[in-house]
C-alpha cells in the first residue's frame, strides 16, 4: 500500500508542476524508474526492466513491395489478431514502413522450421543496406492478385493484407485473402502440424517449434461443468 501511495504522490507532483492534470510523456517515464514492485511470495520478481508482456511470440513475415517494385521481407514479432478479419502490428522505422506508406498493402507469412534461416536472416538485416535479400536467399515471389504486394512462395500460408491505419507505430491492417499451399491441407482444412510454425521465445533468445496438441477448444474444459 505505501508503494501504490508513493506512487499516486508521484503523479500528483509530476501534474502539480506542470500546472495541470497531464503528466507529460518525460514523467511517466521518471516515474516508471523509481517503481519498485513488491515481492510476489514463491515467485521471482523481474520487474518492468525488458517486459516481455506476452511470449512465446509470432514470427511473422511482412512483405511488401519498395519504390522500385523489389520484393522486402522483414520479421515481426508483436502481433496478433485485432478482429475478425484484422491484424495489428507493432512496427518502428523500417524498410518496411517507408514502403507500407507507398503501397498501403502489405503480405503475412509465418516462419516455419523449414524456412528458420531464412526467416531469421530477413530479421537480421535491412531492406536499406540488402535491397536483394529475398533472391539472396533464394525465395521467389508471385504478386498478389488482391493487394499491392509481394506473395513469397516459400512462406505456405499467406495473409494479403490492405492498410487499415499506420499511426504511432501501430500497423492494423485488413485481411482481404488467406490462402494456404495444398501441402498444409487436411481435406478443406489448414493443419497447423504440416505447417509447422515457429514462435520466438524472447528468454531464451531462441525459436520453438510449436508442439502436439494436448486439449480440444471448447471441450477439455467441459469436466468442470
Not at 504522490?9 to 516515474?31: H, P, R, T
Not at 502440424?193 to 486439449?215: E, H, M, Q, T
Amino acid at each position: 500500500m505505501k508503494k501504490v501511495f508513493l506512487m499516486a504522490c508521484l503523479l500528483v507532483l509530476a501534474a502539480s508542476s506542470l500546472g495541470s492534470n497531464q503528466v507529460s510523456q518525460d514523467d511517466e517515464e521518471m516515474i516508471k524508474k523509481k517503481w519498485v514492485p513488491a515481492a510476489v511470495e514463491g515467485r521471482m520478481n523481474f520487474g518492468v526492466k525488458n517486459p516481455l508482456v506476452t511470449t512465446p511470440q509470432p514470427c511473422v513475415m511482412i512483405a511488401t513491395w519498395d519504390k522500385d517494385h523489389n520484393p522486402d521481407v522483414m520479421m515481426a514479432a508483436w502481433a496478433g489478431q485485432l478482429d475478425y478479419n484484422q491484424i495489428v502490428i507493432s512496427l518502428s522505422k523500417h524498410k518496411t514502413t517507408d514502403n507500407l506508406e507507398l503501397t498501403k498493402a502489405f503480405i503475412v507469412s509465418f516462419a516455419d522450421e523449414r524456412t528458420v534461416a531464412e526467416s531469421d536472416y530477413f530479421g537480421m538485416v535491412s531492406g536499406y543496406d540488402v535491397p536483394d535479400k529475398v533472391a539472396k536467399v533464394g525465395f521467389t515471389i508471385t504478386p498478389s492478385p488482391n493487394v499491392d504486394a509481394p506473395i513469397i512462395n516459400e512462406y505456405p500460408l499467406t495473409l494479403e493484407c490492405r492498410v487499415v491505419s499506420f499511426e504511432n507505430g501501430m500497423l492494423i491492417g485488413e485481411v482481404m485473402n488467406m490462402s494456404a499451399d495444398k501441402s498444409l491441407l487436411n481435406g478443406d482444412r489448414i493443419d497447423l502440424s504440416r505447417l509447422k510454425p515457429i514462435v520466438f521465445d524472447a528468454p531464451a533468445n531462441c525459436y520453438r517449434a510449436l508442439g502436439d496438441i494436448v486439449g480440444k477448444a471448447w471441450d477439455s474444459g467441459k469436466k468442470f461443468k
